[in-house]
């Protein structure tokens, strides 16, 4: 297969508008089958901007959004459901989906959460509710899965679970995943490619490219960039002793 | 069959009802009971415009509210004002407006009192026709639509990211509420038919754990509503909308109880 059919969004030199100023200008990158990509930046840095458009949630102002795929899952970072609506978790499963009941018990099992299935949505956890929108997003076996904050949260254990679980997905599904994250440690360690935003792209490339980058520390501050390598060196331990992921 | 007024208008308000209880329960998770008021204030003017040119009622009043709906969208998109600010801004003017052209309508007798609270006396043969018939069409569409929309009810963005085209839907969903309102004027009246959608649907979420089962049990709610509403009114002499939605209310408060008592029981 040729690296061109991989290919599955593309943006160019995108930029979003929204009166009186430009939420993000200036964005280039794609987003390939099997591959991660994440997105990193302060809060503000139109990371979520970024993902929207790729989503066709927002269109770009300027430039040019191009997606080669319409199976696509989207993990939101904020969803707020009202208790007028009474929803059970199979029911969110559901949503955009038809599924049967073992196709649901069998998404729920790989984010560790089955037993919620009849759960009332409003009744989880912060933490169950991220794993339920992570299990209902692999349902779709999407080609293109836009991840926004997917751990936020969760426990530090689960966090560890839920991104190997996301490494898993990209192998398993042959998909390309565009991730939002804080987790500098995660990203590092994980990710393909990395593009660091603050409202414009600061740089991007392979992880062990970007820590080095002057603008890349320049944002972070010296002093996380450094640990990361600690962090780093630590998150591959971690995994080694887990014995399910090796690096 | 349909000689008797009293079957006329049982038959009428049972097919209002099975279409307000799936509707109803759209508006009350989507937060849109005062959108289903403004259109249904504005449905004055569409009765007024329908006595002026000599149309049917349930048609111009439809007309009317696909109108202010379209309204609302284009004044969204020009001024910062909330949603209820505006709705309010519509729900009044339109109303003021039907009052006042109606003032110039001197020649024609205006049954107030009907128009704002319904009356079933009224109810003909060809409303049975309309209700029923305009009631399978709403349904039917809802039926087909009703993935897409619930899904945008959920989460707009998601939807709309995962191919659900919540924005056509929505605009449908809107038809639809308009039709509703259309549909039950002569039976409930402008003043009462948001208690219609919004009662029985809310008092179905007390006593209910997923959706389907509070689509079903509002419609329940709303037959029950009707039929003992309008063996009231026909008792006590009472106009039939008030009636049905005073029944409404009880069996709202009838929904609390078992809430109450389950707290009661946990302590």
Redesign the interface.
Known sequence: MSSKNNLLVNLENAGVYKSPKWLIRGVSLEVRRGQIVTLIGPNGSGKTTTA?MV???LEPDEGSMKRYT?K???V?QK?N??W?????VV??MR??NNLNDNEVSESLNQTGVEKLFKE?IHGLSGGEFQRVLLARAIA?KPELL?LDEPVQGVDFNGEIDLYNIIKNISANLNCGILLVSHDLHFVMSATDHVVCLNGHICCSGKPSTVIKDKAYIELFGEHRSKTLTYYQHDHDHTHNSDGSVSS | MFDDFFTRALVTGIGIAIITGPLGCLV??R?LSYFGDTLAHSALLGVTLAYAFSLNIAFSVFIISAVIALLLLNLQKRTRLAGDSLLGLLAHSTLAIGLVLMGFLSSIRFDIMGLLFGDILSVTVEDIALVWIGGSVILGILYFIW?SL??A???Y????????KPNIYNMIFTLLLAGVIALSIKMIGTLLITGLLIIPAAAS?NI????K??VFVAILIGILSVTIGLFTSLELNTSSGPSIIVIAIILFIISLIPLELRGKLQK
């Open positions: 929207k989503l066709s949630i319409d696509i899952a989207y939101p969803i459901i009202d007028t609506m009474p929803l059970r029911d969110f949503l955009t009332q779709k836009v | 009350i998770w937060r993935k619930f899904s009810t959920v989460n963005d998601l939807a709309l990211a995962e191919g659900m979420r209910t754990h997923n959706p089962q509070m």
